[in-house]
């Protein structure tokens, strides 16, 4: 499981959680003008499970 962070077609910051077996199961509703807002988002989503120390991917 990884969360995937990139940029939408606005510029902004938006990330996907994919599962094991690659499928995606989560997304950001909205999107973020600072990277930095984007983080917090996905370690909120993070605390609220078992997703505490999901690695972080980010586009080229």
Known sequence: MYFY?????NRQHRW??????NRKIASSGEGYHN???CIA???LVA?????????IRYAA
Not at 16 to 21: F, I, R
Not at 47 to 55: L, N, R, V
């Open 5 to 9: 962070v990139y940029l939408d077609v």
């Open 41 to 43: 988002a996905i370690n």
């Open 16 to 21: 996907t959680l994919y599962a094991a077996n």
């Open 35 to 37: 990277k930095q807002d």
């Open 47 to 55: 605390s609220t499970g078992q997703g505490a120390g999901t690695p």
